[in-house]
Every structure is written in structure tokens, then in C-alpha cells.
């Protein structure tokens, strides 16, 4: 199904004349070899563009749409018009000059034998160049003295001709297809293709996949049998999961194609998550990347989250919506496939297929679990998958780089997400580790508390609590005592203005987990901090106590469960912020 909704994406890449035709791939390339007619190098052009990689700005290959190239291991096979220096120079850093100019042969055969019939000046300039050039004298060449460290480091040359991409050459394109279309199918055995469903020349092997962090940068394979273990029925290779050399150019083709669209591709932990939607158009990509990763954006923040929830619940009754210019249609088949590396290939992660609305129906739900009361900093923040993931680590310290979370917890979260299914449990594992560190719960570990509790738990007394604010009528003990502890520290703050250390500090663990140990302590220390006080403020506060003590009609217990603990924690954050909004309301 992987490789069909692929090949489906190539089709409709196509069709927009975004993707080349079989026979022809994007091509990262670092520079270009101008030549003249006579095949004379005049000029070596830098065809690298400024990229931004996090903060800083880096030189990186542009792509060009080139001939396919072929899939080497350690035997000689030359690519066609762009190669490394080895195979157009003669000359690398290797160390292993025979070998070196074994490459230089055949790729001199190769162009020679494509273009000596072409009836073009960029054609001929190529085969001139290869009858011309001695790669004993590379390194004395005036042009490449500057550069010539970086062409050993074995980044990708292409020819030129006059200034202009030898690629693009009407003669040169027509010599290359008609190779390529006589070729492709040379020997190859007639197979019943498992994705097209037709009768197709077999693809032994599968063209590399580039792009997914951590694969080899050469590339890694998605579909590969390299050992007796891995086949069958005395089938070898490809044709253990027979499928024609059309789909494996069209799959991998596409599937490149989205890798290096870096604005819609997510790492989440060693796994790399691209999208696409039937049709390709971009404007799903941006809505699921935003709706799930936040997209990078930060202009109008609070716009584009009122926004966002908005779209969600209009695709969710099956209303298409307009979304950056663009049509989103709730009946739109997306599609969202996870890689991790493995060695020379490639794992799936997880393949998630379904209607974009079911997508922001999900969606909807989850963000509607999150939903609580936040404070006045962070009620334009959306607490996307990965804030989530980073919600059970500590924060780092200015200039410093945060720590990663755990590896599978961001992958788990997300398809719990996209399934609409229960959170894992090292997402509560997690955040209750973190908050025990802090003796402190952040808006976001609070938020997730209650999407995890709302979502999870059966326990309905449990999840009366995990509300988006303040429920001033639960009598359930854990809650109270929560609001309880958070009322005993605005006590100790009122009477000791400017205190750096509260009993949040030395208290909040304890008394969430062992409450009749602790609270006798602190009510006796609340009294102390009452007579600090003016008759008035001593006065709010007695009531707040004896409103709260009214609650607790149980004795304290001597421990308190996981769920128990967390209902104290989102107890002490609904009443700390009811606190703070009644401030700013005054």
C-alpha cells in the first residue's frame, strides 16, 4: 500500500510538471563544467546555494533534474552528464589509482557511445572533453587549483556548455531516453507488478532513497533482499516482491521528491515524517504540519492557532475550508509515512492513511483534551506533538541545546494522535518524572495530565477533575488537597513578600504522594504565617481554609496512587491560576 500511494503521488507530481519523466531524478550538484566547442574546460561554476540550517547559513548542492542515476556497491558503473570527480576528472582522494581510472573509462565509453551520433554542440563539446582530457594533469589545472579539495571530497559535477546546463540540450536529452527506454528493460524478466497491477519488465534492484536522518547520505534502500534469508522460492532479489522497473523509479522518485522538500518534512526522535495528499497539493502538507508540528511558524501566532481550530472542526463536520489560497476538501485521501534507518536500508516506522477530515476530526479531539486554562505567557502557544514530547525533560539552560526525549515517545504520541487512540504511558511516565524533578507543573505538563487522564482513564470522579479550569464543587480528596497546598504557599508569599524558596519547594512531592504526613506540618506553618498578616487579608484567607477543609470529609490517606498524585497536581494548577485571573480581571 506504501509503495502504490507513492507511485499514485508520482503520477500526480507528473502531471503538474513538477517531477521528471522515467529515466530522470533530482540531483543534489556542487559544480558544473563549463566547456567551449573545441571541449576545452574554460570556467568550473560554483552551483552551490545558501541554505539556513538552524541559525546559521551553510553552502549546499542545488538540485538539478538529471539523468536517473544508477545504483552502484563497489563495482565501476558511470552516471550519465553528472558524476563525482573520479568518473569526470579521473582524479579523487581514494587512494586507489587504478580503480580511479577505471571509472574515468567508463565514463568516457559511456558518453562517447550516447552522444557521438548527436547533432549539437553540447553533444559534441562532451565527447571532445573526454578525448581531450588527461586526468594525470587534473590537479595542474589552473581552473580547479582553488577548489580542488572540495571536488575530492566526492560532491557531484555536471557538464555545461556555454553557460548553460548540458542537460537541457535537446540532442543530449534525446541520446540519453532513447538510451535509458532501450535499456530499461534489456534482460529483464516479465513480471506481474504487485503495485500497478500490469504486466511490466521485472526491477532487480530499487533505486536508493536520500534524505531520512541518520540513512547513509549515499542513500538507503526501502525495498531490498541482499541474503539467502530474505528470499524465497529460489527467487532472487527484486523478484521476491515482484515489481516493475516503472513503479520502483516512480515510488522512489517521489518518495526523494518529498524528502527533500525540508519545508514539509519532521524529525520526531530517529524517525523522519513526510506527507502528501491525492492531487499533491502543498496546502495539506502546510495544514497537517502546523496542526501537528506548529510548521516553524511564529508571526500571528494567536491568529493562526484560533485559525487553526477553526479549519479542524469545519473539516471535521465535512465543510471544505479554505486554508493558504487553497481548497482543503474533508474527503481528500493523506497520507503520513514514518522512516528510521537501519544500516544500509530503511525502516518503516508507521504508514498512517485516511480521509484529511478523519485526520481533523482526530486532531480535534486531541486538541480539545489539551484545552485548559493557561497563564497570560502562553495562551497563544500551541502545544504541538514534539512540545509535548519536550514537556518531560528538563529545560536548558540559556545558550544550551535541550535535551532529547526518549526516543519512541514522540513516534508513540504521534500515532495515538493520528488514530485518535489512547496516550502512551510513557507520556505520563514521563511528565510525572519531570514534575517530581521541578516540584513544579508547567501549563503544558498540566495540559497534559488532563488530555491523558480524559482520554485514558475510566475512573469518572477522576476525570470530573480534568476540566479546563477551576471546579469549584469537586469534594474529591486529592483534587482539594491539591487547592489546599496552593492556598498554604500564597499564604506563606503574602506573609513573606519576595521569599525565593516557598513550601513548594521543599513540600509539593511529599505532600502529593504522603498528604498525612505533611499537611498536619504545613497547616501548623500556615497559622504562623497568618499572624503575619493584616485583619483583612487574614481574614480571605481563613475563609479560603475553612471552605476548603469543608470539602475534606475522609481522613488524609498515607499514600496516594499515580492517579491520585496527578489529581493533586492539576488540583494546585487550577487554583494557582484561578488566583492569578482574578488578579488580572482586578
Not at 534502500?221 to 532472487?236: D, K
Request: glycine fraction near 6%.
Amino acid at each position: 500500500m506504501i509503495l502504490q500511494a507513492l507511485t499514485h503521488c508520482y503520477e500526480d507530481l507528473l502531471k503538474q510538471g513538477k517531477i521528471g519523466r522515467p529515466g530522470w531524478s533530482q540531483v543534489k550538484v556542487a559544480y558544473g563544467l563549463d566547456l567551449d566547442a573545441e571541449g576545452n574546460l574554460v570556467q568550473l561554476l560554483h552551483l552551490q546555494q545558501e541554505v539556513t540550517r538552524g541559525k546559521k547559513k551553510a553552502l549546499a548542492p542545488r538540485e538539478l533534474l538529471l539523468p536517473a542515476q544508477v545504483k552502484r556497491s563497489v563495482a565501476v558503473a558511470a552516471n550519465f552528464l553528472c558524476d563525482n570527480s573520479g568518473y569526470l576528472l579521473g582524479a579523487d582522494s581514494k587512494g586507489k589509482p587504478e580503480r580511479t581510472a577505471g571509472c574515468f573509462a567508463a565514463a568516457k565509453a559511456l558518453h562517447t557511445e550516447l552522444l557521438q551520433d548527436a547533432a549539437s554542440p553540447a553533444a559534441q563539446a562532451i565527447v571532445r572533453f573526454f578525448a581531450r582530457w588527461d586526468p594525470a594533469q587534473a590537479s595542474a589545472c589552473p581552473l580547479l587549483q582553488e577548489d580542488w579539495d572540495d571536488l575530492m571530497k566526492g560532491g557531484n559535477l555536471t557538464f555545461y556548455y556555454g553557460g548553460h546546463p548540458a542537460a537541457e540540450d535537446p540532442a543530449v536529452r534525446n541520446a540519453w531516453q532513447n538510451h535509458y527506454d532501450a535499456g530499461s528493460s534489456d534482460g529483464a524478466e516479465d513480471i506481474l507488478c504487485l503495485v500497478t497491477g500490469r504486466h511490466a519488465p521485472l526491477a532487480r534492484l530499487h533505486p536508493n532513497i536520500k534524505g531520512v536522518a541518520g540513512a547513509q547520505p549515499t542513500g538507503a534502500a526501502l525495498v531490498s533482499f541482499n541474503g539467502p534469508a530474505f528470499c524465497s522460492y529460489e527467487h532472487e532479489q527484486g523478484s521476491n516482491a515482484p515489481t516493475s522497473e516503472y513503479a520502483a523509479f516512480a515510488y522512489t522518485t517521489a518518495l526523494n521528491t518529498l524528502l527533500a522538500d525540508r519545508n514539509h518534512v519532521c524529525r520526531v526522535g530517529d524517525t523522519t515524517i513526510v506527507f502528501w495528499a491525492d492531487g499533491s497539493d502543498s496546502a495539506y502538507q502546510d495544514c497537517a504540519m502546523f496542526a501537528l508540528f506548529g510548521g516553524g511558524a511564529e508571526e500571528s501566532a494567536a491568529y493562526q492557532e484560533a485559525d487553526l481550530f477553526n479549519v479542524l472542526k469545519q473539516l471535521s463536520s465535512g465543510t471544505p475550508v479554505d486554508w493558504d489560497g487553497s481548497r482543503l476538501d474533508p474527503g481528500t485521501r493523506f497520507y503520513i509515512l514514518g522512516l528510521a534507518p537501519n544500516a544500509a536500508r530503511l525502516s518503516v516506522r508507521f504508514f498512517w492513511q485516511n480521509s484529511f477530515g478523519d485526520l481533523a476530526k482526530n486532531l480535534s479531539h486531541h486538541y480539545e483534551r489539551l484545552n485548559i486554562v493557561r497563564p497570560t505567557y502562553a495562551r497563544n502557544t500551541l502545544l504541538t506533538i514534539w512540545r509535548m514530547a519536550l514537556e518531560t525533560v528538563r529545560k536548558p539552560a540559556p545558550g544550551s541545546r535541550a535535551p532529547e526525549p526518549a526516543q519512541r515517545l514522540a513516534g508513540d504520541l504521534l500515532l495515538a494522535v493520528l488514530n485518535n487512540a489512547p496516550y502512551p504511558a510513557t507520556l505520563l511516565n514521563g511528565v510525572q518524572l519531570r514534575i517530581r524533578a521541578q516540584q513544579d507543573i508547567t501549563w503544558g505538563q498540566a495540559a497534559i495530565l488532563k488530555a491523558y487522564y480524559s482520554r485514558n482513564s475510566r475512573d469518572e470522579q477522576l476525570k470530573e477533575v480534568m476540566d479546563m479550569k477551576l471546579n469549584d464543587q469537586s469534594t474529591y480528596l486529592p483534587y482539594v488537597l491539591g487547592r489546599l497546598f496552593s492556598v498554604l504557599e500564597a499564604i506563606q508569599r503574602s506573609a513573606s513578600p519576595g521569599i525565593n524558596t516557598t513550601i513548594k519547594s521543599r513540600y509539593f512531592n511529599a505532600a502529593s504522594a504522603t498528604p498525612a504526613l505533611v499537611f498536619p506540618t504545613l497547616i501548623n506553618l500556615a497559622q504562623k504565617h497568618l499572624n503575619k498578616l493584616d485583619g483583612g487579608l487574614a481574614d480571605y484567607y481563613e475563609k479560603r481554609l475553612a471552605e476548603l477543609h469543608s470539602r475534606i470529609t475522609q481522613t488524609l490517606p498515607a499514600r496516594m496512587t499515580l492517579d491520585e498524585q496527578s489529581a493533586f497536581q492539576i488540583g494546585y494548577y487550577h487554583e494557582t491560576q484561578n488566583r492569578y485571573a482574578k488578579k488580572e480581571e482586578k
